[in-house]
C-alpha cells in the first residue's frame, strides 16, 4: 500500500453496522418534540442537570422529563451520572442526584454513506505535494484520488478473493478455470494479481505463454469474454452460466478438460468493488 494513501475504512462489518444502528436509533429518538427540547436544553447548559431543572427549563412535569431523559440516555445521546449537591435541604437532601450531561459521543449519519475524512484526507495531501512540487493543487489532487483509487480497487479484489477461497477451503493453484469481468482488457490482468493467482505486477508475464486459453494452464473466460461472448449489461450473469457449462461438461468445443473448480470474479463501481465465488463438483 502507498504510504500517503490514507488507509481505507473496512467494509461494514457487524461492529460497524451497530454502530450505524445506534446512531440512527439516536437521531430518531430526537425526533419527539418533547424529547429534543430536552436534549437541547441539556446541551445547552455548561454542567449536568437534574430531572428538576431540566423540566422547568422545558417547562414540562417532571416526571416527563424524567422519561424522556432516561431515553435519551438509553439512546445514547446523553449521560448520566450521580453526585451529591450542596444547598439541598428536606428529605432525601443527602441522596446523590441523578444528573443529565451530552453524551461525548458524535452521532452522524449520511445517506448515502459520505466519507468527508477521506477527501479531507486527500485534500490535504494534494496541498502538501503541491508545496513541495509546485504542481497546482487540482493537479495534485486528482493524482492523490487516482492513487487512492488504484488501492480500493486492488484492496478490493484481495478481500473478495481470500474470502471467497478461505470459505471454499482452496487456494488459487487448485483452480481449473476462471471466469473473470473483463470490462477493459487490463482488468483481467488486474483480477488475477488481486486473487493471488500471481504476483502484483507480474500479471503480464502470467499470461504471455497462452496460460488463459483452452488448454493452457488457467483456461480464462472461456466463452470469449465480454468482447467475443456479450456485454448486455449484466455479463456478471453469463460469467456464472460459463462456469456451471463447464463444470457439468456442456461447453462443447472450448471445454475445459476435467474441470472441477471455477473462480468466477465480478468487478463493480469505478473498479472499487469486488464479488469473488468458488464454483465445484459434488
Known amino acids: 500500500m502507498d504510504p500517503r494513501v490514507p488507509a481505507s475504512p473496512e467494509p461494514r462489518s457487524p461492529a460497524s453496522r451497530a454502530r450505524f444502528d445506534a446512531d440512527v436509533t439516536g437521531i430518531a429518538s430526537l425526533a419527539e418534540p418533547t424529547r429534543r427540547a430536552l436534549y437541547l436544553y441539556v446541551q445547552a447548559q455548561a454542567s449536568a442537570v437534574s430531572r428538576d431543572e431540566a423540566a422547568a427549563g422545558v417547562g414540562v412535569p417532571r416526571h416527563v ?31 446523590p442526584a441523578k444528573l ?13 454513506d ?3 475524512a477521506l477527501a479531507g484526507q486527500l485534500m490535504a495531501r494534494a496541498i502538501t505535494e503541491s508545496g513541495s512540487d509546485g504542481r497546482a493543487v487540482a493537479e495534485a489532487l486528482g493524482g492523490a484520488a487516482r492513487d487512492r483509487g488504484r488501492w480500493l480497487g486492488d484492496e478490493a479484489r484481495r478481500r473478495a478473493g481470500a474470502r471467497a477461497f478461505g ?30 493467482f500471481c504476483a502484483k505486477g507480474d500479471g503480464g508475464g502470467f499470461v ?13 473466460n ?11 449489461g449484466m455479463r456478471g450473469m453469463f460469467l456464472l452460466v460459463e462456469a456451471v457449462r463447464q463444470l457439468r461438461g456442456e461447453a462443447g468445443a472450448r471445454q475445459v478438460d ?4 471455477c473462480c468466477v470474479n465480478g468487478t463493480g463501481g469505478w473498479f472499487s468493488s469486488a464479488s469473488t465465488a468458488i464454483l465445484g463438483v459434488d
Open 65 to 95: 422529563a424524567k422519561f424522556h431523559l432516561d431515553k435519551l440516555v438509553g439512546d445514547g445521546l446523553l449521560e448520566a451520572e450521580y453526585r451529591r449537591r450542596s444547598g439541598r435541604q428536606g428529605p432525601g437532601a443527602g441522596r
Open 208 to 220: 504471455a505463454d497462452g496460460r488463459l486459453r483452452v488448454g493452457g494452464g488457467l483456461p480464462t
Open 222 to 232: 472461456t466463452d470469449g469474454g465480454g468482447l467475443s461472448a456479450c456485454h448486455p
Open 167 to 196: 470459505r471454499a477451503g482452496v487456494t488459487p493453484s487448485d483452480i481449473d478455470c476462471c471466469q473473470l469481468y473483463d470490462a477493459f482488457t487490463s482488468m483481467v490482468l488486474l483480477t488475477l494479481e488481486g486473487l493471488g
Open 100 to 112: 443529565y450531561r451530552r453524551a461525548a459521543r458524535e452521532l452522524a449519519v449520511t445517506l448515502p
Open 258 to 261: 476435467d474441470a472441477e473448480l
Open 114 to 116: 459520505r466519507r468527508y
